[in-house]
């Protein structure tokens, strides 16, 4: 009747469907079970087109990219009838009441779907019931590091795919297109690694729970850019140990000279070694940076060493002379000991000093000038000069310790063969 007709418009507790949901037939079927449920597992084909790899963590050990991702299927009930033989397209709305793929990601840390300006989801449904489902995904995954051979190393990393319900008895995961269906954008690019390949494969994960499941793997290799750290760490490295060498020429007898030099040099490449852990993992094995900082280091603690011993042997002599010459009778007067003179003698107003090196020349230097005082002052001084020009160079050689003319020659030829050896194993 004309009355029933007209509470029932009024009725609001039910709401019509949508055009295309009458189109779809949605209400007809029941989307919680998969299609084809109780026969052969449906096929689903994956294809993913990475957008970016917006950041790769060593500390955290993961990686995070932005990626397109798009599933294929074939769904008997959302099929449809069209003259014209063209695909419907939908936005997030429908699919909610549809059934689609429970695909995630294995070792996700964080991810999520963009939303911006609407939520990034796509569902495409053609007439015979083929379904496309497309996804702007970001997700953090972990990827397990080999820091061995840091900062020389190529990192394996995956991304890795799988249902979440359905086992391989009711869902099969493929790719679409084979090896073409990883795709990435021309542009990708890191501040610190190269990207070398990309590569799908595919496999099965076995829960001992729930049995067997398919699982799709987007494998990619990355090989660090090396120049930063020779720039941050070798370089310095091979400059402090360097600018240690340089107290091996210098006087024997400059005390806070060579003791400053090496303490600084130890207390930069300890700054060094600490800066390049703490950006790095707390791991249980040595890296390859480890190896060249840690020796380079020990090249530099043995250059404050060997000062330590030319010190104490040259300490000793001395006490040998003085007692040959009876001029010391058991302790050494460090007080006694004056400044040595440019011409390589040591000179005591009281106390005749006779050094190793020196003891017959400075004899003959003191008579010459004598003899020559005699006869004549400002002749002395003239011959006094030229000489000590002429021979200022060969002066410097002979008042330094034998060990540290060998150490001028081992230090530099053990760190060079050091250095081939490191760079031709890690290269």
């Known amino acids: 009747s004309k009355r029933d007709i007209k509470m029932r418009k009024l009725d609001s507790t039910k709401v019509r469907p949508l055009k295309s949901e009458q189109l779809l037939r949605i209400e007809d079927h029941d989307f919680a079970l998969r299609p084809g449920f109780g026969g052969s597992p449906i096929p689903v084909g994956i294809d993913v087109q990475v957008e970016s790899i917006d950041s790769i963590s060593e500390v955290d050990m993961d990686f995070t990219m932005t990626l397109y991702l798009r599933h294929y299927w074939k769904d008997e009930r959302l099929s449809f009838r069209s003259t014209k033989n063209k695909s419907m397209t939908f936005d997030g709305r429908l699919i909610k009441k549809i059934w689609v793929p429970d695909v995630f990601f294995v070792h996700s840390k964080r991810s999520f779907i963009h939303d911006t300006t609407v939520e990034n989801v796509m569902l495409r449904v053609y007439p015979d019931g083929n379904v496309l489902f497309s996804l702007r995904i970001t997700v953090s995954a972990m990827c397990f590091m080999d820091f061995s051979r840091f900062p020389l190393d190529t990192q394996?990393?995956?991304?890795?795919?799988?249902?979440?319900?359905?086992?391989?008895?009711?869902?099969?995961?493929?790719?679409?297109?084979?090896?073409?269906?990883?795709?990435?954008?021309?542009?990708?690019?890191?501040?610190?690694?190269?990207?070398?390949?990309?590569?799908?494969?595919?496999?099965?994960?076995?829960?001992?729970s729930t049995g067997w499941?398919?699982?799709?793997?987007?494998?990619?290799?990355?090989?660090?850019?090396?120049?930063?750290?020779?720039?941050?760490?070798?370089?310095?490295?091979?400059?402090?140990?360097?600018?240690?060498?340089?107290?091996?020429?210098?006087?024997?007898?400059?005390?806070?000279?060579?003791?400053?030099?090496?303490?600084?040099?130890?207390?930069?490449?300890?700054?060094?070694?600490?800066?390049?852990?703490?950006?790095?993992?707390?791991?249980?094995?040595?890296?390859?940076v480890d190896v060249y900082l840690w020796i380079s280091f020990l090249f530099v603690f043995l250059s404050v060493i060997e000062y330590a011993a030319v010190n104490y042997l040259t300490t000793i002599e001395e006490r040998k002379q003085l007692k040959k010459r009876g001029k010391a009778s058991g302790m050494y007067n460090i007080d006694a000991v004056q400044a040595m003179a440019f011409d390589g003698c040591y000179h005591e107003p009281d106390v005749e000093m006779d050094l190793p090196a020196f003891p017959d020349r400075c004899e003959e230097n003191e008579t010459r000038a004598r003899a020559i005082s005699v006869s004549n002052v400002g002749t002395a001084r003239?011959?006094?000069?030229?000489?000590?020009?002429?021979?200022?160079?060969?002066?410097?050689?002979?008042?330094?310790?034998?060990?540290?003319?060998?150490?001028?020659?081992?230090?530099?030829?053990?760190?060079?063969?050091?250095?081939?050896?490191?760079?031709?194993?890690?290269i």
């Open 156 to 208: 394996n990393c995956s991304l890795e795919l799988e249902s979440y319900a359905y086992n391989e008895d009711d869902l099969m995961l493929y790719w679409k297109h084979g090896n073409e269906s990883l795709s990435t954008d021309e542009h990708i690019s890191l501040s610190q690694f190269f990207i070398e390949e990309f590569s799908a494969s595919s496999g099965l994960a076995f829960y001992s």
């Open 213 to 288: 499941y398919n699982r799709l793997f987007i494998n990619f290799a990355l090989r660090r850019h090396i120049f930063f750290f020779v720039l941050q760490s070798y370089f310095p490295a091979m400059l402090m140990v360097m600018l240690s060498w340089v107290s091996f020429w210098i006087d024997r007898r400059a005390v806070p000279a060579r003791v400053s030099l090496g303490i600084t040099t130890v207390l930069t490449m300890s700054t060094i070694i600490t800066g390049v852990s703490a950006s790095m993992p707390q791991v249980s094995y040595i890296k390859a």
């Open 382 to 426: 003239i011959k006094r000069k030229r000489s000590f020009k002429g021979n200022v160079g060969r002066i410097i050689l002979q008042n330094n310790h034998v060990i540290d003319t060998y150490s001028r020659i081992i230090f530099p030829s053990v760190y060079i063969v050091f250095n081939f050896f490191y760079w031709g194993l890690y």
